[in-house]
């Protein structure tokens, strides 16, 4: 019994990893792949197979995608329109989370009732109505549309994050603070915002993807050249070069993708930390 036991769970061990390795190869080859397909010479991708690898370093892609492929004015505004979205974010999103959780007031369970209805409301609803509001306020082809449309959206699941890891924060912290003599700013910005300083990293890196991924808000308000971000930029880079020059639009790709990868791994402990904070009370 033991030895067909033993066998069992050797067997599913292998599966296992045998499932792992399946899934990192699904995972990973595509990346390996943009990567070396970025490196190719104009002829590799007609004379040679799409799976062969480089025949030399051809870095003048990146150069071509940063300079002909205006990638360096794309990258630009991403991080104009990014940036300041991020921050208001954080900063509106954890107060209002501060506020709903540790502050006593009649109506915190309905705001934050409401608040979370807002994560359910369908992106394409609102284009249009926020499409005439940027129309008649002067905002459209602005990146300040994007900014106020990349908070507006960002804040309702913030929110319900911050709402979990301010509902592990004791109460009686915050009392003898305020027997202390402490104000609710101070509190806030003291005693509250220090000891969720992981969870503020979960929540900047989990929206940072959204913001800096967007496509849709960034296709519909934003039709200057010039002020496009960088996923609209792709979108008219491979345009312009048409069917042609795959070397340069996937160094393109390749400089979008590879810098969120690197922030997310560089800041992936302090990601999970933060993620199981808020689970555990106290």
């Given at each position: 019994?033991?030895?067909?036991?033993?066998?069992?769970?050797?067997?599913?061990?292998?599966?296992?990893?045998?499932?792992?390795?399946?899934?990192?190869?699904?995972?990973?080859?595509?990346?390996?792949?943009?990567?070396?397909?970025?490196?190719?010479?104009?002829?590799?991708?007609?004379?040679?197979?799409?799976?062969?690898?480089?025949?030399?370093?051809?870095?003048?892609?990146?150069?071509?995608?940063?300079?002909?492929?205006?990638?360096?004015?794309?990258?630009?505004?991403?991080?104009?329109?990014?940036?300041?979205?991020?921050?208001?974010?954080?900063?509106?999103?954890?107060?209002?989370?501060?506020?709903?959780?540790?502050?006593?007031?009649?109506?915190?369970?309905?705001?934050?009732?409401?608040?979370?209805?807002?994560?359910?409301?369908?992106?394409?609803?609102?284009?249009?109505?926020?499409?005439?509001?940027?129309?008649?306020?002067?905002?459209?082809?602005?990146?300040?549309?994007?900014?106020?449309?990349?908070?507006?959206?960002?804040?309702?699941?913030?929110?319900?994050m911050f709402s979990s890891y301010f509902k592990a924060l004791p109460n009686e912290v915050i009392e003898s603070a305020v027997m202390d003599g402490a104000s609710i700013y101070q509190i806030f910005f003291k005693i509250a915002i220090p000891i969720v300083s992981n969870a503020i990293v979960t929540v900047a890196l989990v929206q940072f993807f959204f913001v800096w991924n967007d496509l849709i808000f960034a296709m519909t308000f934003i039709s200057d050249t010039e002020l496009r971000t960088i996923q609209t930029g792709l979108n008219s880079f491979?345009?312009?070069?048409?069917?042609?020059?795959?070397?340069?639009?996937?160094?393109?790709?390749?400089?979008?993708?590879?810098?969120?990868?690197?922030?997310?791994?560089?800041?992936?402990?302090?990601?999970?930390?933060?993620?199981?904070?808020?689970?555990?009370?106290?």
């Amino acid at each position: 019994m033991n030895q067909l036991s033993g066998k069992t769970n050797s067997i599913g061990m292998l599966l296992g990893k045998l499932a792992i390795f399946v899934l990192l190869l699904v995972e990973v080859y595509p990346i390996i792949w943009l990567l070396l397909s970025s490196i190719k010479g104009p002829d590799e991708f007609s004379a040679n197979p799409m799976y062969a690898l480089p025949e030399g370093f051809h870095l003048q892609n990146y150069l071509d995608a940063w300079n002909i492929g205006n990638m360096g004015t794309y990258f630009k505004n991403s991080i104009i329109a990014t940036f300041p979205a991020l921050f208001l974010i954080i900063f509106l999103g954890a107060g209002a989370a501060f506020a709903i959780e540790k502050m006593r007031w009649k109506w915190s369970k309905g705001v934050m009732l409401l608040f979370t209805a807002g994560i359910m409301v369908p992106v394409q609803i609102v284009l249009l109505p926020l499409f005439t509001i940027f129309f008649k306020t002067g905002l459209l082809n602005s990146l300040w549309s994007l900014i106020l449309v990349y908070t507006t959206f960002g804040l309702p699941l913030t929110i319900l994050m911050f709402s979990s890891y301010f509902k592990a924060l004791p109460n009686e912290v915050i009392e003898s603070a305020v027997m202390d003599g402490a104000s609710i700013y101070q509190i806030f910005f003291k005693i509250a915002i220090p000891i969720v300083s992981n969870a503020i990293v979960t929540v900047a890196l989990v929206q940072f993807f959204f913001v800096w991924n967007d496509l849709i808000f960034a296709m519909t308000f934003i039709s200057d050249t010039e002020l496009r971000t960088i996923q609209t930029g792709l979108n008219s880079f491979t345009g312009e070069y048409g069917q042609k020059q795959w070397g340069p639009i996937f160094a393109s790709i390749s400089l979008a993708v590879v810098p969120t990868m690197l922030l997310y791994l560089f800041l992936n402990k302090l990601v999970m930390k933060g993620m199981t904070s808020g689970a555990v009370k106290g």
